[in-house]
């Protein structure tokens, strides 16, 4: 787990180890020996383990890429075109018949169609 915390992480939880260490865990990561008489525990208690000296691996340098150019695409312009089977129109949305230039469509003109017609009065891609 100490291995995935930064190093604000990493020192607060070294901090927080060593208070709950005592003076002899402060010595101990100081590179400090405790006195040679240190009491023994004392019934009932047991002695906490030796703190780990966690060390970091040097960071790599940062990783610069040049900056790739961007391709500069232009829209081409596309015309849309009725389908037509023999006498049958057919405009796939409001936007193609206008574009055909044979919106408003009525019912009975050529590609009109009920879902065209949004309010159902007979006349489609009136707006």
Known sequence: ?????????????????????????ILAVLGATMPAAAPAPRAGLRALPTPEV?????????VSYPPQPVASVSPTPTTVE?????????????????QAGAAPLHRGDPGYRAKLD??????????
Do not use: F, N, Q
Request: with cysteine; hydrophobic share 40%.
């Open 54 to 62: 966690l060390t970091m691996a040097p960071t790599p340098p940062p």
């Open 82 to 98: 009725p389908v037509t089977t023999g006498e049958e129109v057919y405009y796939a949305t409001c936007a193609a018949a206008k």
């Open 118 to 127: 949004r309010d159902g009065d007979g006349v489609a891609c009136e707006s």
């Open 1 to 25: 787990m100490a291995a995935r915390l930064g190093p604000l992480g990493r020192a607060v939880l070294l901090i927080a180890g060593l208070s709950l260490l005592g003076s002899g865990g």
